[in-house]
């Protein structure tokens, strides 16, 4: 059992195992910069509230992700590496993080003309925690962490520690720096299909490095499986029609799942004009 972890034999190996050797065209490549103009947002500006809701729908239209700051994390890092009180810290997590993720919807909410708890029902029940590990790899350029895709729920929130993740921008990948503290938020497919494409989904990848493992925890929210999920119809009318067509979310789930390329699954849930 303990050796199919990968975690404890990764160590111990200085060329990576055949299976994990991508072929070139879906090699991470070496020449990633780290981009300097991904949106921090500062979560504490509450003087400009105005203001706030604009530089986060900005983000989530032309990024598809950004990094709030928050001023309480300067106090407590809420970072999950003490499994002795793992189940305890992941309860309190989890609520913080339920805070913060409905803080953020009502300000997309907001930015996007809709009424302040659109996404504070049914579209936002389900929230899963998934912490991810890396550990260190003999050839980065080789191998892929997680390969490219965009997430398939409404929003994802992001922590690393260590550099790992990129985005796909303006033909290519972007690395997004690790802030100590702020999170890394995610526009899932969802939040795209109910804004009718106005807000896009971030198209993302993590690579692995030499040195060090790397862990990252995420927070997906996600509607209920039986929830109908559809372009709001506040931003659908004449000259907008909807792009897409209504479908409960476990179909598109498991269409994701079935075709493991997450264009393919927002493809498939298209009207074809
Ligand atoms: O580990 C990361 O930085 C990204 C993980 C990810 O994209 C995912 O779990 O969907
Ligand atoms: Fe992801």
Same mark, same amino acid.
């Given at each position: ?18 299976n ?7 090699r991470p490549?070496?020449l990633?910069?780290?981009?300097s ?6 979560l504490a500006?509450s003087?400009n509230?105005?203001?706030?809701v604009?530089e986060?729908?900005?983000a989530s239209?032309?990024?598809?992700l950004?990094?709030?700051v928050?001023p ?5 890092q809420?970072?999950?590496d003490?499994?002795?009180r793992?189940?305890?810290l ?13 803080r953020i ?8 003309g809709?009424?302040?708890a659109y996404?504070?029902k ?7 925690l ?12 080789s191998a ?8 398939p729920n ?9 550099y790992g993740?990129?985005?796909?921008k303006?033909?290519q ?8 503290y702020?999170? $890394? ?8 299909? @109910? ?5 896009? =989904? #971030? %198209?993302?990848?993590? $690579?692995?490095n ?6 990252? @925890?995420?927070t997906f929210v996600?509607p =209920? #499986? %039986? ?16 792009l ?5 979310y ?5 269409d ?9 699954t927002?493809?498939?849930f298209?009207?074809n004009?």
């Open positions: 059992m303990a050796n199919m972890l990968v975690s404890s034999w990764a160590k111990n190996v200085d060329t990576i195992p055949e994990y050797v991508m072929p070139p065209d879906k490549g070496e990633v910069s780290v981009g103009n991904i949106p921090v947002i500062d500006k003087s509230h105005a203001g706030l604009q986060i729908l900005k239209q032309e990024f598809g950004f990094q709030p928050f309480i994390q300067e106090h407590r809420p970072w999950l003490k499994p002795a793992y189940r305890e992941v309860e309190t997590y989890s609520a913080e993080m339920r805070t913060l993720s409905t919807l009502e300000l997309i909410g907001e930015g996007l809709l009424e302040e996404f504070g049914e579209l936002s029940e389900r929230q899963a998934v912490v991810n590990h890396y550990p260190p790899c003999p050839d980065p350029s892929m962490g997680s390969p490219p895709h965009c997430d409404l929003i994802t929130f992001l922590q690393q520690k260590i993740l990129q985005i796909f303006d033909g990948w972007v690395g997004v720096h690790p802030l100590p702020a999170f $890394v938020v995610i526009i899932g497919y969802q939040l795209q299909i @109910i804004s009718n494409n106005k807000l896009v =989904a #971030g %198209d993302h990848r993590a $690579v692995t030499s040195e060090s493992g790397r862990t990252s @925890i995420g996600a =209920a #499986g %039986d929830c109908i999920v559809e372009p709001t119809k506040a931003l659908v009318n004449g000259g907008n029609p909807a897409f067509q209504a479908f409960k476990q179909e598109f789930l498991d994701f799942v079935a075709k493991k390329d997450s264009q393919k927002l493809e498939a298209k009207i004009c």
